[in-house]
């Protein structure tokens, strides 16, 4: 059997309120960490993204350097090549001979002046990859610190509403023992909706409405009230459900009331 007694109704509506000031304590404590958790996990998929861009850039810094470097090697056996032509020039016998070394140095003189040209677009691209390298890098870094930040302030938050959260659980807890003892149904009630419904509000004030003066409505789902309803949860003697929701309902004095009696 559900309370009766007046006082002892009372009593259970106190009861009631209180729980549910604490399990809105509760969630209030929980939702400081906000969205700290994923906006550090966001920040740790850039930081993965630009180190592998990061990885990249030294892969192709790399390869431009060895390219130009095997060039550089090539232009000093060319020029070794030149210099043997030259010398072969000078000891020709005919004049065919001769075009013929000489059209020689001058093709290994045209690669080598191409092999400059490939050399000094391969140390620009290097150059500029190097300016793309130091910005990640930057950015980066800049990534890292804020990451650092925020899994402190994280950190913080947890320590500091760690206690909060136990205090508040363990309050719960006794006073669900209470109210288990004394009304089992109505415990049971109460822990039905506060499963039920977002953000745990099983029990809630009534709201005054702004369309129709005098009347009101659930504060849970708004569904207008019948006046005699109305009366009735302002006696504060009585267990009133929402017929549409289901919430238990107080008036709105009644539900500060009680929420400023506790510590
Ligand atoms: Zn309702």
Redesign the pocket.
Same mark, same amino acid.
């Given at each position: 059997m559900m309370t009766t007694d007046t006082s002892q109704v009372r009593e259970r509506l106190v009861d009631l309120i209180k729980l549910q000031v604490l399990y809105d304590r509760l969630h209030a404590v929980r939702a400081r960490q906000g969205d700290l958790p994923q906006q550090i996990e966001d920040l740790r998929d850039k930081v993965a993204t630009i180190q592998h861009a990061l990885s990249e850039t030294a892969e192709m810094i790399r390869q431009a350097e060895s390219e130009a470097r095997a060039l550089h090697v090539s232009n000093d056996s060319l020029r070794d090549h030149e210099q043997k032509l030259r010398k072969r020039l000078e000891a020709v016998r005919t004049n065919q001979e001769y075009y013929k070394i000489e059209s020689e140095i001058k093709e290994t003189h045209l690669t080598i002046e191409k092999n400059l040209q490939d050399i000094r677009r391969l140390q620009h691209k290097a150059d500029s990859l190097r300016q793309r390298y130091a910005e990640d890098e930057a950015t980066l870094n800049e990534l890292q610190a804020r990451i650092a930040e925020k899994e402190q302030r994280l950190k913080e938050i947890i320590q500091h509403t760690a206690e909060q959260e136990a205090a508040l659980l363990q309050q719960i807890e006794d006073l669900s023992k209470v109210l288990q003892e004394q009304d089992p149904r109505l415990f049971l009630l109460f822990e039905r909706r506060r499963r039920s419904f977002r953000g745990g509000k099983a029990v809630c004030s009534i709201i005054s409405t702004e369309r129709l003066e005098g009347r009101y409505a659930?504060g849970? %789902?708004?569904?207008l009230l019948p006046r005699e309803m109305h009366r009735k949860i302002k006696q504060r003697d009585k267990i009133i459900i %929402?017929e549409? %929701?289901?919430?238990f309902l107080v008036d709105e004095e009644f539900y500060a009331e009680v929420a400023k009696s506790m510590p």
């Open positions: 659930c849970g %789902c708004f569904t %929402c549409s %929701c289901g919430r």
